[in-house]
């Protein structure tokens, strides 16, 4: 009897990671592999738009360094001192957003635009000033014009959702 | 009863294994970790010559981005921490020309404005990287 506890076992696992998979939440879709000629591959998949996070990350915290920088009063919170990890959590934010915007395989599990900045009232300039910033991270990773105006007009239609939250 | 206490060791590791896999993992789990470092570095140039040394520093093995900003005199470097040291970043910015890195003034934490996660971000992060490591179904995804 004893010697089947462990084919028993084995059928309890598998059966138990099968309804894992299979009961995931419905709107967990599939993933499938990013198909070739969306956005997402044309900057690089993965790799290609975490660098360009990476870079705006940069230019954010080179440029908030003075107090009177208006992504300072937005971004201040993440800056301070002993919160780089709140900053590595706003990276993968980004990294996963823009993913799934630009046709790539997964899905952004995070806030809506609307409650993520709920609260922060941030202005049109703000936004603006994020757009630069933005833009000079497509730039610095030679994004070319088609592939940067395409993820700038995906950036432009959150603005409503974003501005005066 | 011997059975059932051996049986009994199996219900925790799978539940881990069916929360581990419950959803698809997260892009930026496929992304390379990343560790942040800014300095204070005064007269630093404009222009091209900023360019340059932007190009230069972002070069340097392991850096995934480098932002440089004269009105602030600020050098702000994105790198992988497997692959590049602080130490080095300093040293490789020493190399590129007469420029000295500080440290940037130890800035006050700020006060909490509204409803924060009472979690520090860093338990959150290292549970993202235990559920990622035992998520098979990032085996079924081309990113």
Same mark, same amino acid.
């Given at each position: ?44 998949? +993965?790799?290609?738009?975490?660098? +360009? +996070? ?88 030679? +994004? ?22 | ?143």
């Amino acid at each position: 009897m004893n010697t089947f506890i462990p084919m028993r076992n084995v059928l309890v696992a598998g059966a138990l990671l099968l309804s894992a998979a299979a009961c995931s939440k419905s709107s967990d879709p599939a993933p499938a592999a990013a198909t070739p000629n969306t956005l997402y591959v044309r900057l690089g998949s +993965v790799n290609g738009v975490s660098k +360009v +996070v990476d870079s705006f990350l940069a230019n954010v915290i080179a440029e908030t360094q003075t107090s009177n920088t208006s992504l300072k009063r937005t971004f201040n919170p993440l800056l301070t001192s002993n919160n780089a990890q709140r900053v590595t959590l706003l990276r993968d934010n980004l990294i996963d957003q823009i993913g799934q915007a630009t046709g790539g395989p997964l899905v952004y599990k995070g806030l809506t635009m609307t409650a993520a900045h709920k609260g922060m009232a941030i202005t049109t300039q703000e936004f603006g000033v994020f757009g630069v910033a933005f833009t000079k991270a497509l730039t610095d990773n030679g +994004v070319k014009d088609p592939e940067k105006t395409e993820l700038l007009t995906i950036i432009t239609s959150l603005q409503s959702q974003v501005v005066g939250q | 009863m011997f059975a059932l206490v051996r049986r009994g060791w199996l219900v925790g590791p799978l539940a881990v294994l069916a929360w581990a896999n419950w959803e698809a993992p997260a892009l930026h789990s496929f992304a390379a970790p990343i560790a942040l470092v800014a300095w204070q570095v005064p007269h630093l140039p404009t222009g091209p010559a900023a360019e340059a040394l932007r190009a230069r520093l972002a070069a340097q093995p392991g850096v995934s981005a480098c932002a440089l900003s004269a009105a602030t005199g600020t050098v702000s470097v994105v790198y992988r921490p497997g692959e590049a040291t602080e130490a080095g970043l300093r040293q490789a910015l020493a190399q590129a020309g007469p420029w000295v890195p500080q440290a940037l003034p130890e800035a006050p934490a700020a006060a909490p404005t509204g409803r924060a996660c009472p979690v520090p971000a860093g338990y959150v992060l290292a549970l993202e990287r235990v559920r990622f490591a035992l998520n098979v179904r990032r085996f079924f995804v081309a990113v």
